[in-house]
């Protein structure tokens, strides 16, 4: 039987090198540190200058490592800290204190906030463009298969078009697309029932364009204002917006991940299958871009360049769309944007 001591707290004692545990108790006894078992007797002991004893974390129980490797744990973390503490030696760890004093960990939320938007603002933009850069052309088309894929299972439909009149887009699509440096083939135009989409037409990052049965029916006989928006569409796909649209919700998501930590597998699942839905989103400079584009790929392929601007005068006028949105919710409409066109054609006309 041991000699009587200080009890310091109750835990379990695991002996070196086996994760079998038993009760005991961490006692104070002639100037050493021993466990007691519950049946009596020493399991293992040191003086305090060869043992280590874990900082306090939280509420996770703290560990006393004895020199022989054995283990006693215990989840009486105050009755650790007054014993450390009145032998003169600091009771909680640096990460404990910064968990209790709540102003610092507020600066620390804010300084992570901070990096976030700098990042965001300076960095990102950088790190897309290299990211498109280093691309292999085997990225964008798998990304679009993806995205069109689900698609077509998640939002459109199959197409109901006239023959004829299918037949004369993409004759005129060809033309405008031999036109663009990719040349005719750089591009394929499919045909769909717009189901929840409506009226649109949109590309995905490998040059794929899908255009919608309610598109073609809103422009009605004028063939050339289609060609026009889907010349638009060209231009994203030249100048990669939605690739870079796309690189861009991935290093939002990695800056979410930083601040927030994992945010589970939906991120991945946007970004994988659904990727080409994020480029039917563009900014203001991009779609003024992809305007001036359709522009001068009509001018080039001897196609009216204004086609374009009628479009939007069909949005504004048909649709009664004459503020910054429209029900073609991936292109905003403007008669700003109008106008802009038609200022581009009197420029590239003089």
């Known amino acids: 039987m041991a000699s009587d001591g200080t009890t310091i707290a109750s835990g379990e004692w695991h002996p070196p ?25 020493e399991l293992a002991g040191g003086n305090l200058h060869s043992i280590e004893i874990s900082s306090r974390v939280g509420r996770i129980p703290r560990r006393v490592t004895f020199p022989d490797g054995s283990l006693f744990e215990t989840a009486d973390n105050d009755a650790v ?9 600091a009771s909680e760890g640096a990460i404990h204190r910064l968990e209790r004093f709540h102003p610092r960990l507020i600066a620390f939320v804010a300084a992570a ?38 698609m077509d299972r998640t939002l459109l439909d199959k197409s109901k078009l006239d023959e004829a009149k299918r037949n004369r887009i993409v004759e005129g699509f060809r033309r405008v697309a031999s036109q663009s ?5 750089g591009y394929t135009l499919h045909f769909r029932g717009g189901g929840a989409l409506g009226p649109n037409a949109f590309a995905l990052p490998d040059g794929t364009l899908i255009l919608t049965d309610e598109l073609v029916e809103l422009a009605g006989e004028d063939t050339e204002m289609i060609l026009g ?10 100048h990669k917006h939605s690739l870079r649209q796309i690189y861009r919700a991935a290093g939002i998501t990695a800056l979410l991940m930083l601040v927030a930590g994992d945010i589970g597998s939906g991120a991945e699942d946007m970004l994988v299958q659904g990727g080409g839905l994020l480029a ?3 900014s203001r400079s991009a779609e003024a871009e992809a305007d001036r584009h359709s522009v001068e790929l009509m001018m080039k392929a001897g196609f009216d360049p204004a086609a374009i601007a009628r479009f939007f005068e069909l949005l504004e006028t048909k649709l009664d769309d ?29």
Do not use: C, N
């Open 229 to 238: 928006v889907l010349a638009h569409e060209i231009g994203h796909v030249a």
């Open 280 to 282: 039917l989103s563009y």
């Open 181 to 185: 440096a990719r040349g005719e083939a």
């Open 81 to 89: 800290d007054r014993f450390l503490t009145g032998k003169g030696r």
């Open 17 to 41: 090198g086996s994760s079998r545990s038993v009760p005991a108790s961490l006692v104070e006894r002639a100037g050493h540190l021993v466990v007691d078992g519950e049946s009596g007797g």
């Open 113 to 150: 906030i901070l990096l976030g938007a700098l990042i965001y603002r300076s960095a990102l933009p950088l790190l897309v463009e290299v990211a498109i850069a280093v691309t292999p052309p085997a990225v964008p088309q798998i990304m679009s298969a993806s995205a069109l894929e689900t």
């Open 322 to 350: 004459k503020g910054g949105t429209s029900i073609f919710s991936t292109h905003p409409s403007t008669p700003e944007r109008r106008k802009a066109i038609l200022d581009w054609i009197g420029h590239e006309r003089k």
